[in-house]
C-alpha cells in the first residue's frame, strides 16, 4: 500500500454543532455489517472498540462519551475490508454524512498518522492509536498460545515483540509511538489489553 495515497489531506472533521450525537449501538453494528464481510476483520474492530470503552470507563467517564470511545473503536477499520483503497477516508464521510460527533470522527481519522497524515491530538486520538496494532498482536500471540488468554503475561508478549519474525505485518514502531504519544508504558497497555480484551464475537 502507498502510504501518500491514504493521505486525507486535511486536518478538520465532522461539525462541532454535531458534537455528542451518537449512533445506537445496533445502528452501529447494522453498518458493521453491511461493510464487513471478514469475521478476522469483524473481531478486532469489535475488539478495539470493547477496549476503548473499557478505557473510558476507568477514566469515569460519563456513560455517553463512553460510547463515543466505543464507536470509534468499534468503526475505525468499516472501509477497510472492501474499499481498502480509501481506508478510512470512506468510512469519515459515512459518519460526516450522518451528522454524528466530531471527535469520534477525528479519532477514527488519526488512527494511522504515517497513513492519513492526521496526528492524534485529543485523549481519545491518541488512545485508538494505541490500542489498535497492540489489540490485534496480542490476539495474534492468544492464538499461538495452547490457553489462549489463560495465564498471559505482559513479558510474554514483551518477547513477541522483539521477535521481529512474529506477526511480522504489524508496526513495532506504531506501537512505541503509540505508547510515547500517549504517555502510557507500553508495558501497562499490554496489561490493559490482556485484561480487557474480549476473546471472540460476543
Ligand atoms: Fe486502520
Ligand atoms: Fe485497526
Same mark, same amino acid.
Given at each position: 500500500?502507498?502510504? #501518500? %495515497?491514504? /493521505? *486525507?489531506?486535511?486536518?478538520?472533521?465532522?461539525?462541532?454543532?454535531?458534537? &455528542?450525537?451518537?449512533?445506537?449501538?445496533? =445502528?452501529?453494528?447494522?453498518?458493521?455489517?453491511?461493510?464487513?464481510?471478514?469475521?478476522?476483520?469483524?473481531?478486532?474492530?469489535?475488539?478495539?472498540?470493547?477496549?476503548?470503552?473499557?478505557?473510558?470507563?476507568?477514566?469515569?467517564?460519563?456513560?455517553?462519551?463512553?460510547?463515543?470511545?466505543?464507536?470509534?473503536?468499534?468503526?475505525?477499520?468499516?472501509?477497510?475490508?472492501?474499499?481498502?483503497?480509501?481506508?478510512?477516508?470512506?468510512?469519515?464521510?459515512?459518519? #460526516? %454524512?450522518? /451528522? *454524528?460527533?466530531?471527535?469520534?470522527?477525528?479519532?477514527?481519522?488519526?488512527? &494511522?498518522?504515517?497513513?492519513?497524515?492526521? =496526528?492524534?491530538?485529543?485523549?481519545?486520538?491518541?488512545?485508538?492509536?494505541?490500542?489498535?496494532?497492540?489489540?490485534?498482536?496480542?490476539?495474534?500471540?492468544?492464538?499461538?498460545?495452547?490457553?489462549?488468554?489463560?495465564?498471559?503475561?505482559?513479558?510474554?508478549?514483551?518477547?513477541?515483540?522483539?521477535?521481529?519474525?512474529?506477526?511480522?505485518?504489524?508496526?513495532?514502531?506504531?506501537?512505541?509511538?503509540?505508547?510515547?504519544?500517549?504517555?502510557?508504558?507500553?508495558?501497562?497497555?499490554?496489561?490493559?489489553?490482556?485484561?480487557?480484551?474480549?476473546?471472540?464475537?460476543?
Amino acid at each position: 500500500m502507498n502510504q #501518500e %495515497s491514504l /493521505n *486525507l489531506n486535511r486536518n478538520s472533521f465532522g461539525n462541532p454543532q454535531n458534537a &455528542g450525537n451518537a449512533m445506537s449501538n445496533e =445502528e452501529a453494528l447494522a453498518l458493521l455489517d453491511e461493510w464487513v464481510k471478514n469475521e478476522k476483520l469483524k473481531v478486532h474492530m469489535l475488539q478495539v472498540g470493547h477496549l476503548m470503552k473499557k478505557f473510558a470507563q476507568s477514566k469515569n467517564y460519563p456513560d455517553e462519551v463512553q460510547h463515543l470511545w466505543y464507536l470509534a473503536g468499534l468503526l475505525h477499520d468499516a472501509d477497510w475490508d472492501q474499499w481498502p483503497d480509501q481506508h478510512c477516508k470512506k468510512i469519515i464521510e459515512e459518519l #460526516e %454524512s450522518r /451528522n *454524528l460527533d466530531p471527535g469520534m470522527i477525528r479519532a477514527i481519522a488519526s488512527h &494511522g498518522p504515517r497513513y492519513f497524515g492526521v =496526528e492524534p491530538e485529543s485523549e481519545m486520538d491518541k488512545m485508538l492509536y494505541a490500542f489498535d496494532e497492540l489489540s490485534g498482536f496480542v490476539h495474534a500471540y492468544s492464538l499461538m498460545r495452547p490457553t489462549g488468554y489463560e495465564g498471559m503475561e505482559v513479558k510474554g508478549v514483551k518477547k513477541r515483540l522483539k521477535d521481529k519474525t512474529f506477526a511480522a505485518q504489524v508496526s513495532r514502531e506504531d506501537i512505541q509511538d503509540a505508547s510515547q504519544r500517549a504517555a502510557i508504558p507500553v508495558e501497562d497497555l499490554i496489561q490493559f489489553v490482556i485484561t480487557h480484551q474480549i476473546t471472540a464475537l460476543e
